[in-house]
């Protein structure tokens, strides 16, 4: 198993672009998750989803879009990228819900100029 | 809303000193985790603590729930190179449907001295 895995690993934006962060996991795990990690903040989340087809917010939604389509996949969207986004940003799976232990994706480093 | 709190925020240490850090929450939490970041890595789950007062223990390290439900902490005993990254504890935010969000402290930083 490959776990969960995400794409780019890098990426350096200019503001204004718009891009897909990628996330996959192969666990056929129900929740996955989308954080934001900044220089002593924690993680923060952004988006999660409990099933194929359902998602909502998380606590800094603002900018970002997701869907769920299928179990294994959780697209991260950002619309018009600002230097705010400027983060690394992790996308997690578990089993059902928040209750379950996270696996947590490698991370996609993001720079906005 | 519910916020969880870790302190302190970066602990230096020398090698083969211990080393604590704590988490509090507003709010009654279902069940505790922590996880363990190693330096350019992402988090790591170390364990879920789910009973008032619960102790447990994995070598060196030493997790406690408290007994109201609302704070926690990780014990490192005699700390070795390999424990450095950041630790964070996180508790599930419950809602009419569940837990569906896991809200995370600010982690605290360890770096050791050989």
């Known amino acids: 198993n490959a776990g969960v895995t995400q794409t780019p690993k890098f990426q350096v934006l200019k503001t204004g672009q718009s891009m897909t962060l990628q996330c996959a996991q192969d666990?056929?795990?129900?929740?996955m998750s989308w954080y934001r990690q900044d220089p002593g903040m924690g993680l923060r989340l952004i988006h999660y989803?409990?099933?194929?087809?359902?998602?909502d917010q998380g606590e800094v939604p603002n900018g970002y879009n997701v869907s769920r389509s299928t179990t294994e996949d959780f697209p991260l969207r950002l619309l018009s990228a600002a230097p705010s986004q400027t983060s690394v940003y992790f996308c997690?799976?578990?089993?059902?819900?928040?209750?379950?232990?996270?696996?947590f994706g490698p991370g996609t480093r993001l720079t906005v100029l | 809303g519910q916020q969880v709190m870790q302190i302190p925020q970066y602990q230096h240490v020398q090698e083969g000193e211990d080393f604590t850090t704590y988490c509090n929450s507003s709010t009654t939490l279902s069940n505790i985790q922590w996880y363990k970041q190693r330096p350019g890595g992402h988090p790591v789950f170390l364990i879920q603590l789910v009973k008032s007062g619960e102790v447990k223990k994995q070598k060196r390290l030493t997790f406690q729930f408290g007994e109201a439900k609302k704070n926690s902490s990780l014990h490192i005993t005699a700390t070795q190179t390999t424990d450095v990254g950041t630790y964070f504890c996180a508790g599930p935010r419950m809602s009419g449907q569940g837990a569906q969000k896991l809200v995370f402290g600010q982690g605290t930083r360890l770096t050791i001295n050989p």
């Open positions: 666990m056929n795990h129900e929740y």
């Open positions: 997690a799976s578990s089993l059902t819900s928040a209750y379950n232990e996270q696996f």
């Open positions: 989803s409990v099933g194929a087809g359902i998602t």
